[in-house]
């Protein structure tokens, strides 16, 4: 079975800016949640979809939403970007919720 | 709040040795609890994880151990590899509606 996979890799935006990223979960799994990592804070929760329904939401300010589609398919949003969004974006997919999560590669993100 | 913590960022361990990962929660309700190992440019990989009705799992070189008293658990690795270097997260969660917290992360060398 192909792993997590999400696009792009990298990305370079400049501050007040929009982003999409977007990450496609492994086959079957309906599942995903996004996380934010940055160097030394490990890993911070954004979001958690399950069958197109957000079921849980981070601590982050409301710059940051997400979706997710009828194939599972999930895509995050950052609006009006700041120096601070600079990061490493993870999506990770499980079958169901409270299962084993499984992560992509991640998006790499650099505001200037 | 931290709810997980992993106090060592770093560790260095000769090949061969025992490489001892600790992580520590203070969330009472957590009852399940994962290991993931991140090489630099990959997203994290799914290593080990343990339910608190067990006190002990292991899996090939990798064995986790669960203190539900003292809240604490570890990951043992035996024996060290080079290919084994890399950042250990540790993570939790309960069995209600709730994410996966993740700990800060542990920088584990192992050296030849």
């Known amino acids: 079975k192909a792993g997590v996979t999400q696009t792009p890799r990298y990305l370079i935006k400049t501050r007040g800016q929009q982003v999409t990223l977007s990450c496609s979960p492994i086959?079957?799994?309906?599942?995903v949640s996004w996380y934010q990592q940055t160097p030394g804070q490990g890993l911070q929760f954004l979001f958690e979809?399950?069958?197109?329904?957000?079921?849980n939401k981070g601590n982050f300010p409301g710059r940051f939403s997400g979706r997710q589609f009828s194939n599972s398919r999930s895509e995050m949003n950052v609006s009006t970007l700041e120096l601070g969004d600079s990061a490493l974006y993870l999506c990770?997919?499980?079958?169901?919720?409270?299962?084993?999560?499984?992560f992509g590669p991640g998006t790499r993100l650099l505001v200037l | 709040d931290q709810q997980v913590k992993q106090n060592s960022p770093s560790l260095s361990v000769q090949e061969g040795r025992i490489s001892i990962l600790n992580c520590d929660y203070t969330?009472?309700?957590?009852?399940?609890f994962l290991w993931y190992k991140k090489y630099p440019a990959e997203g994290p990989t799914f290593l080990i994880s343990?339910?608190?009705?067990?006190d002990k799992n292991e899996d090939g070189r990798f064995t986790v151990f669960l203190n539900k008293s003292a809240k604490h658990l570890s990951l043992h690795i035996v024996p060290s590899q080079p290919g084994d270097s890399a950042v250990y997260f540790c993570?939790?969660?309960?069995?209600?509606?709730?994410?996966?917290?993740f700990g800060k992360g542990t920088r584990l060398s192992v050296i030849a």
């Open positions: 993570a939790a969660r309960d069995s209600g509606n709730t994410p996966l917290v």
């Open positions: 969330n009472s309700m957590f009852d399940y």
């Open positions: 343990i339910s608190s009705i067990k």
């Open positions: 979809y399950f069958s197109e329904t957000q079921r």
């Open positions: 990770a997919s499980s079958p169901n919720v409270q299962e084993t999560q499984y």
């Open positions: 086959s079957g799994h309906r599942s």
